[in-house]
């Protein structure tokens, strides 16, 4: 048979570019929201808005970080 002994998949730099874009929108989405529900409630985030907000940023900090260890393996 002709199959190749390596069979994982290669990444590709659109992969790494596609992983650090999600981060970055993310991350902005996250501080936007929060921003915005400061501004909405006077000052005052509530509790969901606080880990919806949290959540966000968390996550696009991590496919960021992500990103930045793939881009280095190759």
Known sequence: MNEPDDVTPHETKSDVETVRAY?????????????????????????QALTGTLIFTVVGIGLRIEAAIRERGH
């Open 23 to 47: 981060g970055n929108v993310a991350f902005t989405l996250g501080v936007a929201l929060a921003l915005l529900f400061l501004i909405a409630n006077d000052g005052e985030l509530p509790d």
